[in-house]
Nanobody, 119 residues
Framework: EVQLVESGGGLVQAGGSLRLSCAASGFTFDDYAIGWFRQAPGKERDVIAA????????YYDASVEGRFTISRDNEKNTLYLQMNSLKPEDTALYYC????????????YGKGTLVTVSS
């Protein structure tokens, strides 16, 4: 059974930091690009960061570039998102997803972890 399980969300004040993790199982992790998506209330789910199968290429949405860092540990089948300088507009449900491309046509999604940034 394919599983992507996010953790690390919570409530943080603006300017603070959080580190999200995504533990993968049930598929060959290093065959896939992995991305972080988020969905704020009333908005669509958007990709905010992604990383290639070996970590050699990364993508960041303009809204998070310079503040968030995506990384992966293929030995541990785990994806990370270090989030610094958080803003209230970063409040959303954060998902990880795996696919053969970095940002579209993802094959597997987790259930998400909630990040709330207070002002």
């Amino acid at each position: 059974e394919v599983q992507l399980v996010e953790s690390g969300g919570g409530l943080v004040q603006a300017g603070g930091s959080l580190r999200l993790s995504c533990a993968a199982s049930g598929f060959t992790f290093d065959d896939y690009a992995i991305g972080w998506f988020r969905q704020a209330p009333g908005k669509e789910r958007d990709v905010i960061a992604a990383i290639s199968w070996n970590g050699g290429a990364t993508y960041y949405d303009a809204s998070v570039e310079g503040r968030f860092t995506i990384s992966r540990d293929n030995e541990k089948n785990t994806l990370y998102l270090q989030m610094n300088s958080l803003k209230p507009e970063d409040t959303a449900l954060y998902y990880c997803a795996a696919g053969k491309t970095m940002t579209t046509g993802m094959d597997y999604y987790g259930k998400g972890t909630l990040v709330t940034v207070s002002s």
